[in-house]
C-alpha cells in the first residue's frame, strides 16, 4: 500500500475515534436473536398490568429513579421514596443467604444473623458454630457461614477495614472482578448486587428468570443458567432490565404454568389448565 494512502487512513482514524466499547462476554447464543425489545417491553407491560410493580422492590427502584434523574431516563413505573439506602456489604450477605432457599428463610436468616451479631466485625469475630446457628433457618448454614466469614477476611486484609461502598464508584467490569475475587460468589450474587445495592444496568438469573426465559424461547433449548446469563444481559435493553427483571422473578413465584414442578397431584394440574389462560406469557412461547 502506497504511504500516502497509508497516512490518509489513519489521520481519518484519528479524526473519526471509535467510541469507547465496554468489555462484556461473548454472546454464546449470537445467531438466537430473542428477545427483541419490542417483546421485553410488551412483556414489561403485560406483568405491570397484571401484578403491578412489586413492592418489595420498590425501594431499590427509587434509588435507581434518583440515581438516574440527572441522567433524563425515561421509566414507566412510580414507587415510594426509600427511607434509608441498603449497604453494598448488606446487600451481598442477604444475596448470599438467599441462595437455596426460599425468600422468607433468607429474610430470617438475615435478621437472625444481625441480631446475633450486630456489626460485621463481630460477624468475622465470631467462632464457626455461633455464626452457622444464627444463620441456620436459611438452610446450608455451614456452607453460608464459611463462605460470609471467607470474603470477610479477604476484605479486611486487602481494605483493611470491612466496607465495600468504594465498589460505587468502579465500572460494571471492575466491580465484577472485585466481587469474584470472593470465594463463593457466583455470577448471580454479583449480577443481584450491582441490580439492587448499586443501581447498575444488569439481569440477574434466578430460577424463576431462567424458566421463564426458557419457556419463551428466549434461549435455545438445552440452554443452561449462566449461558442465559449471558445472552440475557446482550439482548435486553439496558433501562428494561430492572422492572422486567422484578416483575419475571415475581411472576415466576406466583404462576404455576411458568415454573413447573414435579409432583403435582391431579386435582393440582386440573387447576393449571383452568388457570392457564390467565398467564399473559403464554403467547410468547412460541
Not at 426460599?102 to 436468616?109: F, G, I, M, P, Q
Not at 460468589?185 to 430460577?207: E, H, N, R, S, W
Request: charged share 30%; with cysteine; net charge positive.
Amino acid at each position: 500500500m502506497p504511504k500516502s494512502r497509508k497516512r490518509k487512513q489513519q489521520a481519518e482514524a484519528d479524526h473519526n475515534p471509535k467510541p469507547p466499547t465496554k468489555t462484556t462476554p461473548k454472546d454464546p447464543y449470537p445467531n438466537h436473536a430473542r428477545p427483541t425489545r419490542e417483546e421485553c417491553v410488551s412483556v414489561r407491560d403485560d406483568l405491570l398490568a397484571l401484578h403491578g410493580f412489586p413492592k418489595e422492590f420498590a425501594e431499590y427502584r427509587e434509588q435507581r429513579l434518583s440515581s438516574q434523574a440527572s441522567n433524563g431516563h425515561d421509566n414507566a413505573v412510580s414507587s415510594e421514596p426509600l427511607d434509608e439506602k441498603e449497604s453494598v456489604l448488606d446487600g451481598l450477605v442477604r444475596t448470599l443467604l438467599s441462595q437455596n432457599t426460599t425468600e422468607s428463610n433468607s429474610l430470617k436468616a438475615f435478621a437472625s444473623l444481625k441480631s446475633a451479631f450486630p456489626t460485621w466485625e463481630e460477624v468475622l469475630a465470631a467462632d464457626s458454630q455461633s455464626l452457622e446457628s444464627a444463620i441456620r433457618c436459611g438452610g446450608l448454614a455451614k456452607t453460608k457461614a464459611s463462605c460470609i466469614k471467607n470474603m470477610l477476611s479477604c476484605l479486611l486484609e486487602k481494605k483493611e477495614k470491612l466496607c465495600l461502598e468504594y465498589l460505587r464508584d468502579l465500572s460494571v467490569d471492575e466491580i465484577k472482578a472485585e466481587l469474584s475475587h470472593f470465594k463463593g460468589i457466583g455470577p448471580k450474587t454479583v449480577a443481584c448486587v450491582l441490580m439492587f445495592q448499586l443501581q447498575q444496568d444488569d439481569f440477574p438469573v434466578d430460577t424463576h428468570v431462567f424458566e421463564i426465559a426458557k419457556a419463551m424461547a428466549w434461549v435455545p433449548v438445552g440452554a443452561d443458567r449462566n449461558k442465559t446469563y449471558l445472552h440475557l444481559n446482550q439482548w435486553i435493553p439496558d433501562e428494561l432490565k430492572f422492572d422486567l427483571n422484578c416483575l419475571l422473578y415475581t411472576h415466576g413465584k406466583l404462576c404455576r404454568k411458568c415454573i413447573k414442578k414435579g409432583g403435582s397431584t391431579r386435582k393440582q394440574q386440573e387447576k393449571e389448565s383452568e388457570d392457564s389462560n390467565s398467564c399473559p406469557l403464554l403467547r410468547y412461547g412460541k
